[in-house]
Protein backbone atom coordinates (compact mmCIF):
# COMPACT_ATOMS: atom_id res chain seq x y z
CA UNK A 1 0.00 0.00 0.00
CA UNK A 2 1.30 3.69 -0.73
CA UNK A 3 1.96 5.65 1.88
CA UNK A 4 -0.01 8.80 2.42
CA UNK A 5 1.44 12.09 3.51
CA UNK A 6 -0.53 15.11 4.55
CA UNK A 7 -0.43 18.90 3.14
CA UNK A 8 1.95 20.06 5.58
CA UNK A 9 4.44 17.68 5.62
CA UNK A 10 4.83 17.81 1.68
CA UNK A 11 4.68 21.66 1.78
CA UNK A 12 7.96 21.48 3.84
CA UNK A 13 9.36 19.03 1.57
CA UNK A 14 8.67 21.03 -1.52
CA UNK A 15 10.16 24.65 0.32
CA UNK A 16 13.17 22.54 1.21
CA UNK A 17 14.04 22.49 -2.70
CA UNK A 18 11.99 26.15 -3.81
CA UNK A 19 12.97 28.36 -1.04
CA UNK A 20 16.30 26.29 1.06
CA UNK A 21 17.54 25.61 -2.69
CA UNK A 22 18.42 22.23 -1.25
CA UNK A 23 18.60 19.28 -3.76
CA UNK A 24 15.48 17.13 -4.33
CA UNK A 25 17.60 13.71 -4.30
CA UNK A 26 18.89 15.35 -0.81
CA UNK A 27 15.69 16.11 0.52
CA UNK A 28 14.00 12.90 -0.75
CA UNK A 29 16.41 10.88 0.96
CA UNK A 30 16.06 12.89 4.43
CA UNK A 31 12.63 12.50 4.38
CA UNK A 32 12.66 8.54 2.98
CA UNK A 33 10.29 9.62 0.04
CA UNK A 34 10.20 8.75 -3.22
CA UNK A 35 12.39 11.22 -5.62
CA UNK A 36 9.69 11.22 -8.53
CA UNK A 37 7.18 11.46 -5.59
CA UNK A 38 8.77 14.64 -4.61
CA UNK A 39 9.45 16.21 -7.77
CA UNK A 40 5.23 15.55 -8.57
CA UNK A 41 4.67 17.52 -5.51
CA UNK A 42 6.64 19.99 -6.66
CA UNK A 43 4.97 20.33 -9.91
CA UNK A 44 2.03 20.67 -8.50
CA UNK A 45 2.91 23.06 -6.48
CA UNK A 46 4.71 25.64 -9.52
CA UNK A 47 1.28 24.85 -11.03
CA UNK A 48 -0.89 26.73 -7.98
CA UNK A 49 0.50 27.63 -5.31
CA UNK A 50 -2.32 28.89 -3.73
CA UNK A 51 -3.69 25.18 -3.60
CA UNK A 52 -0.98 22.72 -4.43
CA UNK A 53 -2.66 19.51 -2.75
CA UNK A 54 -6.22 19.65 -2.70
CA UNK A 55 -6.19 15.93 -2.08
CA UNK A 56 -7.87 12.83 -3.60
CA UNK A 57 -11.27 13.28 -5.14
CA UNK A 58 -11.43 17.23 -3.72
CA UNK A 59 -11.82 20.05 -6.16
CA UNK A 60 -9.64 23.73 -6.17
CA UNK A 61 -11.63 26.54 -5.11
CA UNK A 62 -11.87 27.56 -9.05
CA UNK A 63 -12.54 24.21 -10.15
CA UNK A 64 -15.55 23.84 -7.79
CA UNK A 65 -17.29 27.03 -8.82
CA UNK A 66 -16.45 26.11 -12.23
CA UNK A 67 -18.50 22.94 -11.57
CA UNK A 68 -21.34 24.47 -9.74
CA UNK A 69 -22.34 27.15 -12.23
CA UNK A 70 -22.24 24.10 -15.13
CA UNK A 71 -24.41 22.55 -12.78
CA UNK A 72 -26.70 25.37 -12.66
CA UNK A 73 -27.07 26.23 -15.88
CA UNK A 74 -27.68 22.65 -16.50
CA UNK A 75 -31.15 23.03 -14.32
CA UNK A 76 -31.51 26.16 -15.78
CA UNK A 77 -31.82 24.86 -19.01
CA UNK A 78 -33.91 21.62 -17.80
CA UNK A 79 -36.16 24.61 -16.16
CA UNK A 80 -36.52 26.32 -19.39
CA UNK A 81 -37.45 23.19 -21.69
CA UNK A 82 -40.33 22.44 -19.06
CA UNK A 83 -41.73 25.93 -19.09
CA UNK A 84 -41.96 25.85 -22.53
CA UNK A 85 -43.80 22.37 -22.77
CA UNK A 86 -46.08 24.20 -20.09
CA UNK A 87 -46.70 27.16 -22.10
CA UNK A 88 -47.60 24.66 -25.43
CA UNK A 89 -50.26 23.10 -23.26
CA UNK A 90 -51.69 26.02 -22.29
CA UNK A 91 -51.77 27.78 -25.41
CA UNK A 92 -53.43 24.84 -27.15
CA UNK A 93 -56.36 25.17 -23.53
CA UNK A 94 -56.88 28.59 -24.61
CA UNK A 95 -57.55 27.96 -28.38
Keep these: MAKRYDKEFKLH ?3 QI ?4 KPATQVARDLDVAYQTLCKWVQKYNENQEEPFVGSGNLRSDDKAMRDMEKRLRDLEEENAI ?13
Excluded: H
Excluded at 83 to 95: E, H, N, V
Design 13 to 15: AVK
Design 83 to 95: LKKAMGIFAKDLK
Design 18 to 21: TELN
